[in-house]
């Protein structure tokens, strides 16, 4: 099939929200990344998005509504989601919370687990388009699975062109990090570090939250170990590069082939992260030598993203 470069006007939305309800893959920015959006409701629709991506199914799928109206309708609320729906929606924090029975989602969304992954995104096509199709939207990251996430829409077009039906052109994604997904179980439980640090969430709601070990069983999307991964292998906090390896950098280091920050800001490193990656796996399979990136804030989900990047693939 051709896949389509929607623009990120009414025209646009009216088409993409049309390929939607049609049983259609539609990509579109978030301010994390573009996600790969199909009807959550249609069986078959979310079947595509894992044949698209040749995602396995027993990974769960995030869905994109509109507003916390929207999310009542899937979820059981709680007070801590009002809490943290109050502070961070729209913006990049997703909640796991008990499905409802009468939810009328796909069982592919949750691969049959009891709870699903849910948020509001806040890049202006992404509300534009969930607006205009007015449901629920299960939406991956656009690449093929275990591949570097896209922050922008060539970057789908390169992996899934063919695959899907259409693409909105909403330019780069701001936050460049996939969203901080958090388990409202029993505690508060970070399941994937992302584009909202740890610590805003525990300010938020005064008290740690507590953090999954990666012995646990998967619960939410982005815990494969072997995932957003360029075709070199890569290296990790690496003070010295060796023969033949290209350094991806962080801060005032000397011959970076790219830098994600020489200021050594983690959100402008969180930005162009992804971005980076894509361009030295365009350039060639040498090694990729990464910088020591702090662990803290943003850093943690640059780190979750480059540990999982750097592990042996097939995992």
């Known amino acids: 099939m051709d896949t389509e470069i929607l623009s990120p006007d009414a025209s646009g939305y009216v088409r993409a929200a049309s390929l939607l309800n049609d049983g259609g893959l539609v990509s579109f920015p978030t301010e994390t990344v573009y996600g790969l959006g199909a009807d959550a409701r249609q069986n078959i629709a979310v079947a595509r998005i894992f044949e698209a991506k040749n995602r396995p199914t027993f990974n769960p799928l995030i869905v994109h509504v509109a507003d916390v109206a929207a999310a009542k309708r899937y979820v059981h609320w709680t007070d801590m989601a009002d809490r943290l729906a109050s502070a961070f929606w729209p913006g990049p924090l997703t909640l ?47 690449n093929p699975s275990g591949k570097i996430s896209p922050t922008h829409a060539q970057h789908v077009i390169n992996g899934l062109s063919g695959r899907i039906e259409a693409v909105v052109n909403g330019g780069q994604c701001g936050v460049g990090v996939e969203s901080t997904i958090l388990g409202l179980f029993d505690a508060p439980t970070l399941l994937r570090p992302g584009g909202l640090p740890q610590e805003a969430i525990e300010a938020a709601l005064g008290c740690p939250v507590v953090t999954r070990s990666e012995a646990d069983p998967l619960t939410a999307p982005g815990q494969m170990l072997s ?23 962080f801060g005032k280091v ?25 361009a030295l796996d365009a350039d060639g399979e040498a090694p990729i030598a990464v910088s020591p990136i702090p662990d803290h804030g943003l850093g943690r989900a640059i780190n979750d993203r480059l540990r999982r990047a750097a592990a042996p693939r097939g995992i």
């Open 96 to 142: 796991v919370l008990p499905l409802r029975d009468d939810s009328g989602l796909s069982a592919l969304v949750t691969a049959n687990l009891p709870t699903l992954a849910i948020r509001v995104p806040e890049h202006p096509v992404a509300k534009a388009l969930l607006s205009e199709f007015d449901g629920p939207v299960a939406a991956p990251s656009a």
């Open 227 to 249: 995932h957003y991964a360029p075709g070199a292998s890569v290296r990790l906090n690496a003070v010295e590069t060796a023969e033949g390896e290209r350094l991806l950098g």
């Open 254 to 278: 000397e011959g970076a082939t790219l830098n994600l920050s020489v200021a050594g800001d983690l959100t402008e490193a969180a930005a162009n992260l992804f971005h980076h990656l894509h």
